[in-house]
């Protein structure tokens, strides 16, 4: 189950929206689609398209191993989601 932002961690929900709208640009630039962003290369499904919008959108939070994909699928290192946020 995806962590759910918790409204009472200060500049939780802002830092979550941040790297949503990062991934969201990137994904966006690379001409992925959310599905596409979700699964692999060969279409192996990982992470539902309904949970990269809610990711994007900053209604939850992902994990390290969901970033770690997303960076992957993009492309750029993970370090570079989180530059600067």
């Not at 640009?25 to 809610?54: C, D, H, I, N």
Request: net charge positive.
């Amino acid at each position: 189950m995806p962590a759910r932002v918790n409204p009472d961690v200060p500049g939780e929900p802002r830092l979550v929206r941040k790297v949503g709208k990062r991934i969201r640009e990137l994904r966006e630039k690379k001409g992925l689609t959310m599905a596409e962003l979700g699964a692999s290369p060969k279409g192996v499904v990982y992470f539902q398209r309904q949970y990269v919008w809610k990711m994007e959108t900053g209604r939850v939070a992902p994990s390290l191993s969901a970033l770690a994909h997303f960076a992957k699928r993009l492309d750029v290192p993970l370090a570079d989601l989180l530059r600067g946020i």
